[in-house]
């Protein structure tokens, strides 16, 4: 079962606030597991908070992506005389989603590449 890193700090007189699932942050490893690695071993627990972050990211690109292939699907589609037809995003909005997808990855390239470098010079950190 995911664990999301919303936690409740509300006592039994208040009521929980109720929070969409999409506002929520599903992570491959639980808190716990975290924990336990930062014990067992240093810098352990910082990777996997890494790779939670990356997890998170692919997720996202992930879903931007479909929405580029989906819209593809609509332009071959689309009728402009049917008024229940659904319009394509346009190729503004497109191009910004990619850039967005293109940006992303780099960043995740750069993150890795600067925590590679530090443990490749000895900065278990």
Known sequence: MPSSTTTSTHTA????????ALE?????????TIER??????????????LNNIHD???GLGAVLRIVIGNQV?????????????PPLSKATES????????????MRD??????NSYNNGEQS
Do not use: H, K
């Open 57 to 59: 990211t692919v997720a």
């Open 96 to 107: 910004v989603l990619v850039a967005m997808a293109a940006n992303l990855c780099e960043r």
């Open 74 to 86: 609509l332009e071959d589609e689309f009728d402009p005389e049917n008024p229940a037809g659904q």
């Open 24 to 32: 929520s942050t599903y992570y491959a490893f639980y808190p716990s």
């Open 13 to 20: 007189q208040q009521p929980s606030p109720r929070i969409s």
């Open 37 to 50: 690695a930062d014990e067992a071993a240093a810098g352990a627990g910082r990777l996997m908070r890494d």
């Open 111 to 116: 993150d890795i590449e600067q925590r590679a």
